[in-house]
């Protein structure tokens, strides 16, 4: 009965001291909502995509997210747009691509270490010649960018002498869960387009791949440029003509879970930075 008689006094005096006027370091601060956390990248379906050639399927972007937060979030994919080239792409065509690739529901909301890839079409949306900086942003996102390069019917040579080789590098998917540790189903492509006006020796040979703070040459990675189905191409490569290679799940490009910066760079090249990521394997 005591205890009782206790509690009930300090419950009296407390809400007599709320009501004369609360407590005396103010008002309560609401605590702020968690900002969501995801993480985002991108990649091509192709880097270089005539137009004028048979192809399958048309230029394909494929997102990757990442919830990195400890909530469950909404993604906002419904309203996010495609940045090219610095300004955002709107309008009923990109509605309809947008429409087109959001179908079922499992990008909607993410739980937090869950991740999503779409894939969304480009066909009718990219169409004329040039080289193209893309980025998907939404609310909460925003991706690094990556390329995409259209060629004419009937490409121009350049007028200048020496060599010129474009290049660009991809990984599809951008995120991947490691099916174990050690083991994980990216694949790398590396691309080379001679703009120049004549013949070329591209280099590959002695070219490098910078992963983060790792530079891969000779040894290994000559082997893995090497390896399987090649033309001559890879190494002369004729103006106006493009070229490429898939590395495959290479485990020295994915050794471990982590974020990775990669570029590709030879004699006479060098491509713009690409980000994907590697998840650890879930828990069976």
Known sequence: MRSIIVVGVVAGVVAAFVGAGGSRGGQVKPVAEEQPKLWVAVSMSHSVYDPFTFNVKGPEIHLGLVNDGAQTVETGLRESVLIVNGKPLTGEKWNAALKECLKGDTWEKLRPGDHTVVVCPLQ????????????????????????????PRDPVPSKEP?????????????????????????????????????????????????LNDLRFRGGDWRRALFGGIGSDDWTRLPPGISTGKAIGSWQSIFPEPGIFRASWRGKDFQSPEITYRVLPPKAK
Not at 130 to 136: F, H, K, Q
Not at 169 to 178: A, C, G, I, N, S
């Open 162 to 210: 020496g060599v010129k080789l474009w290049a660009a590098v991809r990984v599809l998917p951008p995120v991947v869960v490691m099916d174990r540790p050690g083991v994980c189903y990216n694949t790398l492509h590396l691309e080379l387009m001679n703009d120049g006006n004549e013949t070329v020796e591209t280099g590959v040979a002695d070219s490098v791949l910078h």
């Open 124 to 151: 009718g949306l990219i169409g004329e010649t040039g080289t193209y900086r893309l980025s998907w942003k939404g609310k909460h996102f925003q991706s690094p960018e990556t390329v995409l390069r259209f060629l």
